[in-house]
């Protein structure tokens, strides 16, 4: 059998393990067309293109984060004739995979077949059976990690992780659009139940956080770690007078925001070590600019800060992605020469054919075979799942047939990088007792 069809063969019939994403426990599916169709990544886009900001959701935030309070089909109707601004891009064409394959559509969504499609596909995302079809059938998802911790889902596929660890002093993913370190402070002490004056309070904070993990029903602990994190002023006697500053409302320099980030998060492991959780999840690289539109972010201290606190916690894993394609060989060496550090996927602005081929190849030059996971889907309805991974299949392809080509690769060794990089690794990165 020819190179390409053994490696073909193997991509078609691996097994996947999703270790992030934002699926509904209780849903998984999409409930209409709109939800499919101004999903955020293609909302900005649609948003960038010149629909107005306010045109498809009435807060102006994605419907991900805010109810639009705008029915589905008007929402589609509103946002179609933007599509076409959007052929050219990867998400544009994520979503017409996702019609054609998924939902057997061929025409091109437009206003003379809106009332007729939207039906469709609600019919289809109303089927008992669609889930499993989608995700074990399209996608041959086995489980899915979830970071939705509303309910809980009958299925035992569906795994839970907990994100939102509270490490940080300022926002950097806007909900509501408060950011600044008081209205975060306050948020926290919301959470509390009580006012946040000292160190030891928020110490304190972190403990009663820290037994969300304690039943052990959670996957990982994500964090959002902030590139500039820094150990420069993370003694407990600096964040005494950060939160002290914050109190009195005078503005935070890089460094005490990095250093609080720095010591919420060894405080945070220390008090996680009560758990039986050890792998933790750290998502860096994006920030979000009012209304709600992500940039790409990067500091020099932040490889730094994640070698010093993985060598400081060797009995946690660490698995990181970043939404900065400038961390691509950063985070290679530290997945390289760092045994408790992996790395993972291709997050929010990394998810495009060319930053995909660059991480892929990247790792597989430096980063040993066991410490990479090829695949994270981080979406919210089971429908994304597919384009996305329909993306990284075909590009991995394209790279092991041109390694086998050069004969630096075989295709036993081929079949073996991809057995790890979908199922195996992830699989014992985040402790998965597989059925």
């Not at 069809?5 to 409930?31: F, N, W, Y």
Request: glycine content about 6%.
């Amino acid at each position: 059998m020819k190179a390409i069809s053994v490696v073909r063969e193997a991509l078609d019939d691996v097994k996947i393990i999703d270790p992030h994403c934002h699926l509904r426990p209780e849903k998984p599916s999409a409930d209409n067309l709109a939800d499919i169709l101004l999903y955020h990544h293609l909302w900005i886009e649609l948003i960038s293109s010149g629909m107005d900001q306010f045109e498809v959701t009435k807060s102006g935030f994605p419907h991900e984060l805010v109810d639009p309070e705008i029915p589905p089909l008007e929402r589609v109707k509103r946002a179609v004739q933007y599509l076409p601004c959007i052929r050219n891009t990867t998400v544009g064409l994520f979503f017409r995979w996702i019609m054609k394959d998924l939902f057997n559509m061929e025409d091109a969504l437009g206003e003379r077949n809106i009332e007729k499609i939207f039906h469709n596909v609600g019919e289809r995302c109303s089927d008992p059976l669609w889930e499993d079809k989608v995700l074990r059938n399209y996608c041959g998802i086995e489980y899915n990690i979830t970071v939705n911790t509303d309910t809980v889902s009958s299925s035992k596929r569906m795994l839970q992780g907990k994100e939102g660890v509270p490490v940080n002093i300022v926002r950097e993913y806007i909900v509501s659009g408060k950011e600044n370190p008081m209205e975060v402070l306050g948020s926290m002490e919301k959470d509390f139940g009580k006012e946040i004056k000292h160190v030891s309070d928020y110490l304190d904070y972190l403990q009663l956080f820290s037994k969300y993990f304690l039943e052990g029903k959670y996957k990982f602990a994500g964090i959002w770690i902030l590139p500039c994190i820094t150990d420069e002023m993370s003694e407990e006697r600096y964040i005494d007078s950060i939160i002290k500053k914050v109190k009195n409302g005078k503005q935070l320099s890089l460094v005490e925001i990095g250093s609080f980030c720095y010591f919420g998060t060894v405080s945070f492991l220390k008090e996680l070590r009560k758990s039986k959780t050890r792998t933790i999840q750290i998502l860096t690289g994006a920030y979000v600019l009012p209304p709600h539109r992500s940039i790409t972010r990067w500091n020099r201290s932040f490889v730094e800060s994640i070698g010093k606190i993985a060598y400081e916690f060797e009995d946690f894993h660490f698995s990181i992605s970043s939404a900065s394609d400038i961390y691509t060989h950063d985070l290679g060496i530290l997945a390289k020469h760092i045994p408790n550090v992996s790395i993972a996927g291709y997050w929010w602005h990394t998810l495009y054919p060319f930053y995909i081929k660059k991480s892929l190849e990247t790792r597989l030059d430096m980063v040993p075979m066991n410490k990479i996971i090829g695949f994270f889907s981080d979406t919210y309805h089971i429908e994304w799942c597919y384009p996305k991974l329909k993306m990284v299949k075909s590009i991995l392809k394209d790279i092991l047939i041109e390694r086998i080509n050069r004969g630096w690769y075989d295709t036993k060794l081929a079949c073996v990088i991809i057995n790890k990089l979908f199922y195996e690794n992830p699989r014992k990165i985040y402790n998965i007792e597989t059925m």
